[in-house]
């Protein structure tokens, strides 16, 4: 199975700064079949971006991932207060589907 | 718009059942694969089985292989997840959600919390 590693543990940044979070494969994730998901307190996550780097819907576009192989970035490019949660990477490209361990964004 | 919503969670003692219901609404059910993904209390997220759309072609992770079942009732637009001989390391929120294209997820219920204990 395939391992996702995602750093850091905890981001603690002030409003409009860029947040950089890291999901790092244990083997290459083909066709960059990588997910990420934002988890806010007491709620169910939400898909932000698939495909590694395809925003959804009504995303925002400060929101944006990027990475191939093995290395995979979500950045969030001017941090609103709404945006504190767990972020999660999700690879669904062999099985069984796997989930990194999730970094949470704090605001200072 | 679509909802997903689960029912079915409680307390449970170590080796009892429990079934876990998922219904749609917005969308038809059996156009989708689904899975359940679930959330032991302050941890992560894990997936647990996904099921196809015409419930033929399944899977499970190792940890609940052979005392977890996923099934599907397309015409009552409804998932389940039917749980037995379980453990305390069962204890999660669970949530069902609908897979889209080649495996991403979206969207999730809002999850129900099964308890396993003493």
């Known amino acids: 199975e395939i391992v996702l590693t995602q750093s850091p543990g905890t981001l603690s940044l002030s409003p409009g700064e860029r947040a950089t979070l890291s999901c790092r494969a244990s083997?290459?994730?083909?066709?960059?079949?990588l997910a990420w998901y934002q988890q806010k307190p007491g709620q169910a996550p939400k898909i932000l971006i698939s495909?590694?780097?395809r925003r959804a819907t009504g995303i925002p576009d400060r929101f944006s991932g990027s990475g191939s192989g093995t290395d995979f970035t979500l950045t969030i490019s001017r941090l609103e207060p709404e945006d504190v949660a767990v972020y999660y990477c999700?690879?669904?490209?062999?099985?069984?589907?796997?989930f990194g361990q999730g970094t949470k964004v704090e605001i200072k | 718009e679509v909802h997903l919503v689960e029912s079915g969670g409680g307390l449970v003692q170590p080796g009892g059942s429990l079934r876990l219901s998922c219904v749609v609404s917005?969308?038809?059910?059996?156009?989708?694969?689904m899975h359940w993904v679930r959330q032991a209390p302050g941890k992560g997220l894990a997936w647990v089985s996904r099921?196809?759309?015409?419930?033929?072609?399944?899977i499970y992770a190792e940890s609940v292989k052979g005392r977890f079942t996923i099934s599907r009732d397309n015409a009552k637009n409804a998932l389940y997840l039917e749980m037995s001989n379980m453990r305390v390391d069962d204890t999660a929120v669970y949530y069902c959600?609908?897979?889209?294209?080649?495996?991403?997820?979206?969207?999730w219920g809002q999850g129900t919390l099964v308890t396993v204990s003493s």
């Open positions: 999700h690879q669904y490209e062999s099985l069984p589907p796997t």
């Open positions: 495909a590694a780097s």
């Open positions: 083997q290459s994730v083909r066709n960059n079949y």
């Open positions: 917005g969308f038809s059910l059996s156009d989708y694969w």
């Open positions: 959600a609908r897979d889209r294209e080649q495996g991403w997820i979206d969207p």
């Open positions: 099921v196809s759309s015409d419930g033929t072609n399944i």
